[in-house]
């Protein structure tokens, strides 16, 4: 079992930054990817950073060149550090894992959710 906690978000103006933390439980943290999702009032929820295992990073072009995934596994705790922060950003973002079972099921595991609200 997995459980993962998000932390971080809040209120900025245009332009400013924040770094979200998500903490992980349970095992299996280093050897699997970690993701950073978000949605938006209306939109679907949107993948928008990836680090594998081997710290390889996949981002959206949304927001290439101001956001970072980094993790920690001494920690088992991922970050999203967001810069140049922009209204478009809005969002509840998410944290996500998945671990595949014994048996061959993929199981995905989400984050509360920490609301990243963004003012012009």
């Known amino acids: 079992q997995v459980q993962l906690v998000e932390s971080g978000g809040g209120l900025v103006q245009a332009g400013g930054s924040l770094r979200l933390s998500c903490a992980a439980s349970g095992s299996g943290f280093s050897a699997n990817a970690m993701d950073w999702y978000r949605q938006a009032p209306g939109k679907q929820r949107e993948l928008v950073e990836r680090?594998?295992?081997?710290?390889?990073?996949n981002y959206a072009d949304s927001v290439g060149g101001r956001f970072t995934i980094s993790r920690d596994n001494a920690k088992n705790t991922v970050y999203l550090q967001m810069n140049s922060l922009k209204p478009d950003d809005t969002a509840v973002y998410y944290c996500h894992t998945q671990r595949l079972m014994a048996w061959g099921e993929v199981i995905d595991y989400w984050g509360q959710g920490t609301q990243v609200t963004v003012s012009s």
């Open positions: 680090i594998t295992s081997g710290g390889r990073i």
